[in-house]
């Protein structure tokens, strides 16, 4: 199986910064795209920012110019550098993988998300 585990959330005022970063484990043969969502209470989970394998990214709007998400292909890491950190950020950010997985022989492909990671933004 695949697992990811989140870092670095916590608390921050406003116009402050936070590092998170997520780490893929288990039988991975390539991880296509990686990303970062959040869930603010009683709200959808949302896309925050996501990467390709190539490097492409792609952010959602409240957060360019802001945010920064990176990836290391060969250690299956992304991150996400938040700046500018606004009180309307505060959520539980979840990674996200596109991961295609060795079992049996066989090749697979499926989602997986990691446990979460609390961010707050105090204003």
């Known amino acids: 199986q695949v697992q990811l585990v989140e870092s670095g959330g916590g608390l921050v005022q406003a116009g402050g910064s936070l590092r998170l970063s997520c780490a893929a484990s288990?039988?991975?043969?390539?991880?296509?795209?990686m990303g970062w969502y959040r869930q603010a209470p009683a709200k959808q989970r949302e896309l925050v920012a996501t990467?390709?394998?190539?490097?492409?990214?792609d952010y959602a709007d409240s957060v360019k110019a802001r945010f920064t998400i990176s990836r290391d292909n060969a250690k299956n890491t992304v991150c996400l550098q938040m700046n500018s950190l606004k009180p309307e950020d505060t959520a539980v950010y979840y990674c996200?993988?596109?991961?295609?997985?060795?079992?049996?022989?066989?090749?697979?492909?499926?989602?997986?998300w990691g446990q979460g990671t609390q961010v707050t933004v105090s204003s």
């Open positions: 996200n993988a596109d991961v295609k997985r060795v079992s049996a022989g066989r090749l697979y492909t499926d989602d997986y």
């Open positions: 288990g039988s991975i043969f390539s991880i296509r795209n």
């Open positions: 990467i390709t394998s190539g490097g492409r990214t």
